[in-house]
């Protein structure tokens, strides 16, 4: 039996489904695509994970603190 849900995406992501950049990215492209997965991110406290040190110290004003991986 899993500790997790069956759809773990679909449940917490505000962005269960990312926006395909097709072709070649611009500058109006990635910083919507940035914006998506910051916000999955967020949605499950690991916005860490997806930004630099410094950038996490100044939206959380801690420092981040990667956990450890679960099967250690």
Same mark, same amino acid.
């Given at each position: ?15 269960? *489904? ?18 998506? !997965?910051?916000?999955? *991110?967020?949605? @499950? *406290?690991?916005?860490?994970? @997806? ?7 100044? @939206?959380?004003? @801690?420092?981040? !603190? ?7």
């Amino acid at each position: 039996m899993s500790i997790y849900p069956a759809n773990y995406r679909e449940t917490y992501f505000e962005y269960p *489904a990312l926006t395909k950049i097709i072709g070649c990215p611009t500058y109006d492209t990635l910083p919507l695509l940035k914006n998506e !997965i910051n916000g999955n *991110a967020l949605s @499950v *406290a690991n916005l860490g994970l @997806v930004i630099s040190p410094d950038a996490y110290a100044r @939206v959380a004003n @801690v420092t981040y !603190i990667m956990p450890l991986h679960p099967g250690e």
